[in-house]
């Protein structure tokens, strides 16, 4: 039995050190790194990538779930009744979530209103009605999106409901209102290209989950080319109507290759007419 517990220990043991060895191998990759440049010498970062996360779902750490509606059952919840006939394609997949130490630092009225968004998912949020995703939410949505840059011009082009961003290359300054994607600019530090963003609505969502900001939130973002198809991307948000403090997010984003190198169109508006406006019609459909 003592062999056995110590042959246990051992293999235990040898994980944990191959586990330290393996990611200190991978962050020395990731220094030694050398990526593509531009005319300029900075990092090029052309090219169409995509997360492979559920942060969509939740960026905070969560287990798997029969619907994001759901309504109380005779022993666990089940789906909302609206969502039902989805059965495991409505079903939430566990994540590991990207908030760095786990949780969101909400200030305890913020809380109760991000509980009243999950509870109301259906007709609360944003990305049901097609609404622009805002930023970070973009990032993470299970959509590619491309950036286009060149040492005089930076465009990121979104898959979700044609979504765009022109970054600024200057600081423009306090943006002259507010909008769903928020106003840009870009600097850079060493090889890590900075974009920071303030200018947002407080209509948009982080998630399906209900997690939410104001109409104060700033984020900065980080991009580090880390490989020939990865980044290393970075979101820091500080909103002091909602959070005690500011909070980062990170994640890897992966290149697309081939012929999945392009971005489709994602033109979900039409796709919702009938949600949004079936009511109008002269005989409305069924429901």
């Given at each position: 039995m003592d062999e056995k517990r110590s042959s246990r220990r051992c293999i235990k043991a040898m994980s944990a050190l191959l586990a330290v060895c393996l990611v200190s191998l991978s962050a020395a990759a990731a220094e030694s790194y050398q990526p593509p440049r531009l005319a300029s010498g900075k990092p090029d970062f052309n090219g169409v990538w995509q997360v492979l996360n559920n942060?969509?779902?939740n960026i905070e750490p969560h287990g798997g779930q029969a619907a994001m509606a759901l309504r109380e059952g005779p022993v666990v919840p089940v789906p909302a009744k609206?969502?039902?006939a989805l059965g495991a394609v409505g079903a939430v997949p566990a994540g590991l979530g990207v908030v760095e130490g786990g949780k969101i630092p909400y200030q305890p009225a913020a809380l109760i209103q991000r509980d009243k968004n999950r509870q109301n998912w259906l007709t609360s949020d944003p990305e049901i009605k097609c609404y622009l995703p805002g930023i970070?939410?973009?990032?993470y949505m299970p959509h590619p999106f491309q950036i286009f840059h060149n040492d005089e011009a930076l465009f990121f082009s979104y898959q979700y409901a044609n979504a765009v961003r022109n970054i600024y290359l200057t600081d423009p300054g306090p943006a002259p209102i507010d909008s769903?994607?928020?106003?840009?600019?870009a600097s850079w530090d060493d090889d890590t290209l900075v974009i920071k963003s303030s200018g947002?609505?407080?209509r948009t969502w982080l998630d399906r989950a209900g997690n939410f900001h104001s109409d104060v939130l700033k984020v900065t973002e980080?991009?580090?080319r880390t490989s020939d198809h990865t980044i290393?991307?970075?979101a820091t948000l500080e909103d002091e109507k909602v959070y005690t403090k500011p909070w980062k997010i990170s994640m890897p984003l992966y290149k697309r290759v081939g012929a999945d190198d392009r971005i489709q169109q994602f033109n979900c508006v039409e796709y919702v007419e009938e949600l949004m406006y079936g009511h109008l019609r002269k005989t409305p459909l069924e429901k």
């Open positions: 942060a969509n779902y609206e969502v039902l970070p939410r973009a990032t769903w994607m928020g106003l840009s600019w947002y609505n407080d980080r991009f580090t290393h991307y970075e």
